[in-house]
């Protein structure tokens, strides 16, 4: 799923919803974390300050990222779902909007993503 659009398309994409959304806070999922680098440049240039949770980040640096999204200190969280799944079920309240910048294997995967970032019953953007 995550080569059927190409990459260019959906830095695109990404960037017209950061630009015209108007959010808190936001997670952006990814497939893995080689998946990244484009969203990663794309929240710098926007001036966005973001963490990154995901399988390659050990435990403890897991925690004190998840703990700063949490905190208010980043708008931004950048994640696979396994990084959330082992790292913080419950983002907060501020999370507003969950991207998909790779698109879920399937509606459970898109629902898990939702339930994680803490918008599991809410209306998001």
Do not use: M, N, W
């Amino acid at each position: 799923a995550a080569d059927a659009v190409d990459d260019s398309a959906r830095i695109a994409a990404l960037a017209g919803i950061l630009d015209a959304a108007d959010f808190e806070q936001v997670v952006i999922f990814i497939s893995c974390p080689g998946r990244a680098a484009g969203p990663r440049k794309l929240l710098s240039d926007f001036g966005l300050p973001f963490v990154e949770v995901h399988e390659g980040v050990d435990e403890a640096c897991r925690a004190e990222r998840c703990a700063r999204f949490r905190g208010l200190e980043t708008r931004a969280l950048l994640a696979t779902d396994v990084g959330l799944l082992v790292s913080d079920a419950a983002l907060g309240r501020h999370v507003d909007a969950v991207i998909h910048y790779d698109a879920p294997e399937d509606a459970e995967e898109y629902a898990r993503c939702a339930g994680y970032a803490g918008l599991a019953g809410r209306r998001g953007l």
